[in-house]
C-alpha cells in the first residue's frame, strides 16, 4: 500500500521556526513532485510548497522567502522549514504527491491525488 505520512506539527509562537516532514512508502516507482498543501479553518485548502524530482520549487506568495520545501529522492521525502511564522499561518498541513506506484495485484497506478492525513500548525500570537 502507498501511501504519505506527516509528522511535525504543533504549537510555535508567532515569529518562530517549525519543520515538518512527509515519508512516502510503498511499490513507488517514481515521484514527479511532492508537495505541501494547508486548509485553515472555513478556507479552502491551498497550495503552499511544491518540489519537483528535478529539483525545481514553487511557493505561494504568502510564504515566499519564509518557508523552504526541500526533498530527499533517495528517502522518498519532503520536508517544509517554515520560518517567521505568522498567526495567519495556522492551519492543517497536507503532504501531497504526483506518483506512479504498483499495486498489490500488479497495476501501474499513476496519480496525483495521493495525500497524508493531515499535521495541525498552530502560530499563537
Known amino acids: 500500500q502507498v501511501k504519505l505520512v506527516e509528522s511535525g506539527g504543533g504549537s510555535v509562537q508567532a515569529g518562530g521556526s517549525h519543520r515538518l516532514s512527509c515519508a512516502a512508502s510503498?511499490?513507488?516507482?517514481?515521484?514527479?513532485?511532492m508537495n505541501w498543501y494547508r486548509q485553515a479553518p472555513g478556507k479552502q485548502r491551498e497550495l503552499v510548497a511544491a518540489a519537483t524530482s528535478s529539483g525545481s520549487t514553487n511557493y505561494a506568495d504568502s510564504v515566499k522567502g519564509r518557508f523552504t520545501i526541500s526533498r530527499d529522492n533517495a528517502k522518498r521525502t519532503a520536508d517544509l522549514q517554515m520560518n517567521s511564522l505568522k498567526p495567519e499561518d495556522t492551519a492543517v498541513y497536507y503532504c501531497?504527491?504526483?506518483?506512479?506506484?504498483?499495486?498489490?495485484?500488479?497495476?501501474?497506478?499513476?496519480?496525483?491525488?495521493?495525500w497524508g492525513q493531515g499535521t495541525q500548525v498552530t502560530v499563537s500570537s
Open positions: 510503498g511499490r513507488i516507482f517514481h515521484i514527479t513532485s
Open positions: 501531497n504527491a504526483d506518483l506512479t506506484y504498483q499495486t498489490e495485484e500488479g497495476t501501474v497506478v499513476a496519480t496525483k491525488d495521493l
